[in-house]
Protein backbone atom coordinates (compact mmCIF):
# COMPACT_ATOMS: atom_id res chain seq x y z
CA UNK A 1 0.00 0.00 0.00
CA UNK A 2 1.31 3.55 -1.18
CA UNK A 3 2.04 5.66 1.89
CA UNK A 4 0.22 8.68 2.80
CA UNK A 5 1.70 12.11 1.81
CA UNK A 6 1.29 14.82 4.36
CA UNK A 7 2.81 18.08 3.85
CA UNK A 8 3.73 20.79 6.53
CA UNK A 9 2.75 24.60 5.42
CA UNK A 10 0.51 26.06 3.09
CA UNK A 11 2.99 28.89 2.23
CA UNK A 12 4.66 30.05 -1.25
CA UNK A 13 6.83 27.14 -0.86
CA UNK A 14 4.86 24.36 -0.15
CA UNK A 15 2.37 25.67 -3.06
CA UNK A 16 5.58 24.81 -5.47
CA UNK A 17 6.11 22.01 -3.74
CA UNK A 18 1.98 20.38 -3.95
CA UNK A 19 2.73 21.67 -7.74
CA UNK A 20 6.03 19.31 -8.01
CA UNK A 21 3.84 16.51 -6.33
CA UNK A 22 0.80 16.77 -8.93
CA UNK A 23 3.37 16.40 -11.54
CA UNK A 24 4.78 13.84 -10.47
CA UNK A 25 1.45 12.16 -10.13
CA UNK A 26 1.61 11.54 -6.42
CA UNK A 27 -1.43 12.12 -4.08
CA UNK A 28 -1.22 14.69 -1.07
CA UNK A 29 -3.75 13.39 1.84
CA UNK A 30 -3.54 16.37 3.84
CA UNK A 31 -1.61 19.88 4.51
CA UNK A 32 -0.92 20.95 8.28
CA UNK A 33 -0.78 24.76 8.84
CA UNK A 34 -1.64 26.96 11.69
CA UNK A 35 -1.81 29.40 9.19
CA UNK A 36 -4.72 30.43 6.99
CA UNK A 37 -4.55 33.52 6.07
CA UNK A 38 -4.15 32.68 2.54
CA UNK A 39 -5.58 29.68 1.14
CA UNK A 40 -4.27 29.32 -2.46
CA UNK A 41 -6.24 27.62 -5.23
CA UNK A 42 -3.59 24.79 -5.38
CA UNK A 43 -4.52 24.06 -2.01
CA UNK A 44 -8.20 23.44 -2.58
CA UNK A 45 -8.82 19.73 -3.15
CA UNK A 46 -6.76 18.73 -0.34
CA UNK A 47 -7.61 18.91 3.01
CA UNK A 48 -5.99 20.91 5.48
CA UNK A 49 -5.52 21.19 9.58
CA UNK A 50 -4.50 24.16 11.45
CA UNK A 51 -3.05 21.16 13.76
CA UNK A 52 0.40 19.56 12.74
CA UNK A 53 0.04 17.46 15.69
CA UNK A 54 -2.89 15.24 14.54
CA UNK A 55 -0.18 13.69 12.59
CA UNK A 56 0.78 11.81 15.75
CA UNK A 57 -2.34 9.83 14.93
CA UNK A 58 -1.10 8.25 12.07
CA UNK A 59 1.74 5.58 12.68
CA UNK A 60 5.03 6.28 11.16
CA UNK A 61 5.38 3.53 8.96
CA UNK A 62 1.71 5.07 6.87
CA UNK A 63 2.56 7.76 5.84
CA UNK A 64 5.81 10.52 4.81
CA UNK A 65 6.11 14.08 5.68
CA UNK A 66 7.25 16.46 2.70
CA UNK A 67 8.21 19.79 4.70
CA UNK A 68 6.62 22.76 2.92
CA UNK A 69 8.09 25.78 5.01
CA UNK A 70 10.22 27.62 3.53
CA UNK A 71 13.68 28.75 4.26
CA UNK A 72 15.23 31.94 5.49
CA UNK A 73 18.35 33.40 7.03
CA UNK A 74 17.46 33.62 10.86
CA UNK A 75 14.46 31.24 10.39
CA UNK A 76 14.16 28.31 12.58
CA UNK A 77 10.38 26.84 11.76
CA UNK A 78 11.97 24.51 9.13
CA UNK A 79 14.55 22.82 11.02
CA UNK A 80 12.33 22.68 13.96
CA UNK A 81 9.70 20.52 12.53
CA UNK A 82 12.16 18.42 10.96
CA UNK A 83 13.63 17.68 14.04
CA UNK A 84 10.22 17.19 16.02
CA UNK A 85 8.90 14.57 13.49
CA UNK A 86 12.15 13.04 12.57
CA UNK A 87 12.67 12.50 16.53
CA UNK A 88 9.10 10.21 16.62
CA UNK A 89 10.72 7.98 13.89
CA UNK A 90 8.34 9.73 10.63
CA UNK A 91 10.06 10.13 7.30
CA UNK A 92 10.70 13.03 5.19
CA UNK A 93 9.84 12.65 1.53
CA UNK A 94 12.21 14.18 -1.41
CA UNK A 95 10.56 16.25 -4.02
CA UNK A 96 12.46 16.16 -6.91
CA UNK A 97 10.99 18.39 -9.79
CA UNK A 98 10.98 16.67 -13.03
CA UNK A 99 12.05 19.40 -14.65
CA UNK A 100 15.53 19.36 -12.95
CA UNK A 101 18.67 17.36 -13.88
CA UNK A 102 20.39 15.29 -11.77
CA UNK A 103 23.08 12.93 -11.89
CA UNK A 104 22.78 9.63 -11.30
CA UNK A 105 26.25 9.59 -9.44
CA UNK A 106 25.01 12.46 -6.95
CA UNK A 107 23.70 11.30 -3.38
CA UNK A 108 20.57 12.96 -2.11
CA UNK A 109 19.91 12.57 1.69
CA UNK A 110 16.35 12.53 2.95
CA UNK A 111 13.44 14.76 2.86
CA UNK A 112 15.71 17.13 0.12
CA UNK A 113 13.88 19.15 -2.44
CA UNK A 114 15.37 20.05 -5.57
CA UNK A 115 13.12 22.57 -7.97
CA UNK A 116 12.74 23.29 -11.43
CA UNK A 117 15.73 24.24 -13.40
CA UNK A 118 17.79 23.43 -10.97
CA UNK A 119 20.85 21.09 -12.23
CA UNK A 120 23.13 18.47 -9.32
CA UNK A 121 26.14 17.60 -11.34
CA UNK A 122 28.30 14.02 -10.79
CA UNK A 123 29.88 13.30 -7.35
CA UNK A 124 28.09 15.94 -5.51
CA UNK A 125 26.42 15.03 -1.57
CA UNK A 126 23.74 17.11 -0.85
CA UNK A 127 22.39 16.72 3.45
CA UNK A 128 19.40 15.88 4.51
CA UNK A 129 15.73 18.46 4.55
CA UNK A 130 18.14 20.87 2.43
CA UNK A 131 16.56 22.68 -0.89
CA UNK A 132 17.98 23.56 -3.53
CA UNK A 133 15.56 25.98 -5.32
CA UNK A 134 14.59 27.29 -9.06
CA UNK A 135 17.83 27.39 -11.21
CA UNK A 136 20.46 26.98 -8.85
CA UNK A 137 23.31 24.70 -10.05
CA UNK A 138 25.73 22.59 -7.72
CA UNK A 139 28.75 21.67 -9.57
CA UNK A 140 30.75 17.97 -9.39
CA UNK A 141 31.90 16.86 -6.49
CA UNK A 142 30.48 19.46 -4.46
CA UNK A 143 29.42 18.86 -0.62
CA UNK A 144 25.88 20.58 0.92
CA UNK A 145 25.33 20.29 4.38
CA UNK A 146 22.90 19.32 6.50
CA UNK A 147 19.74 21.90 6.42
CA UNK A 148 20.98 24.29 3.35
CA UNK A 149 19.04 26.59 1.43
CA UNK A 150 20.73 26.93 -2.13
CA UNK A 151 18.58 30.25 -3.27
CA UNK A 152 17.37 30.20 -6.14
CA UNK A 153 19.80 31.16 -9.18
CA UNK A 154 23.05 30.17 -6.91
CA UNK A 155 26.14 29.15 -8.52
CA UNK A 156 28.15 26.67 -6.59
CA UNK A 157 31.35 25.35 -9.21
CA UNK A 158 33.07 22.34 -8.37
CA UNK A 159 34.34 21.03 -4.76
CA UNK A 160 32.32 23.74 -2.63
CA UNK A 161 31.78 22.28 0.75
CA UNK A 162 29.19 23.91 3.22
CA UNK A 163 28.38 23.12 6.45
CA UNK A 164 24.83 23.14 8.39
CA UNK A 165 22.56 25.46 8.46
CA UNK A 166 23.62 27.73 5.34
CA UNK A 167 22.01 29.91 3.29
CA UNK A 168 23.48 30.60 -0.02
CA UNK A 169 21.42 33.62 -1.42
CA UNK A 170 19.57 34.43 -4.92
CA UNK A 171 22.38 34.42 -7.53
CA UNK A 172 25.13 34.21 -5.39
CA UNK A 173 28.40 32.42 -7.16
CA UNK A 174 31.26 30.34 -5.23
CA UNK A 175 34.20 29.17 -6.88
CA UNK A 176 35.46 26.05 -7.05
CA UNK A 177 36.99 24.58 -3.60
CA UNK A 178 35.62 27.23 -1.20
CA UNK A 179 34.51 25.97 2.29
CA UNK A 180 31.83 27.63 3.93
CA UNK A 181 31.40 27.02 7.51
CA UNK A 182 27.79 26.40 9.69
CA UNK A 183 25.42 28.58 9.48
CA UNK A 184 26.91 30.94 7.34
CA UNK A 185 25.23 33.05 4.78
CA UNK A 186 26.09 34.26 1.67
CA UNK A 187 24.05 37.50 0.48
CA UNK A 188 21.83 37.93 -2.79
CA UNK A 189 24.45 38.07 -5.87
CA UNK A 190 27.51 37.78 -3.53
CA UNK A 191 30.95 36.36 -5.53
CA UNK A 192 32.81 33.71 -2.93
CA UNK A 193 36.14 33.51 -4.12
CA UNK A 194 37.93 32.64 -0.47
CA UNK A 195 36.49 30.42 2.34
CA UNK A 196 33.50 31.65 5.13
CA UNK A 197 34.04 30.80 8.28
CA UNK A 198 30.62 29.67 10.53
CA UNK A 199 28.09 32.43 11.15
CA UNK A 200 30.01 34.69 9.19
CA UNK A 201 27.80 36.78 6.83
CA UNK A 202 29.04 37.68 3.05
CA UNK A 203 27.81 40.06 0.74
CA UNK A 204 28.65 42.20 -1.98
CA UNK A 205 30.63 41.72 -5.47
CA UNK A 206 33.94 41.24 -3.59
CA UNK A 207 31.92 38.84 -0.44
CA UNK A 208 33.24 40.95 2.20
CA UNK A 209 32.92 39.12 5.53
CA UNK A 210 30.37 41.15 8.50
CA UNK A 211 31.10 39.51 11.72
CA UNK A 212 28.33 39.97 14.14
CA UNK A 213 28.61 43.96 12.96
CA UNK A 214 31.62 44.39 12.03
CA UNK A 215 33.52 44.51 8.34
CA UNK A 216 36.06 42.02 8.15
Known amino acids: MDKEIFVLGAGGHASVLVDILKQNKL???????????????????????????????????????????????????????????????????????KQSIISDFATLGKGVQVMPGAIIQAGAVIGENSIINTGAIIEHDCVIGAHNHIAPGATLS????????VHIGTGANVIQNVTIGDKAIIGAGANVIKDVSSEETAFGTKAEIKIKGLDK
Open 27 to 97: IISAVFSPKLDLVRDIFSAIPIFQNEDKIFESATDNIVIVNGIGSLPGSTLRIKLYNKFNAKGYSFQQVIS
Open 158 to 165: GQVSTGDF
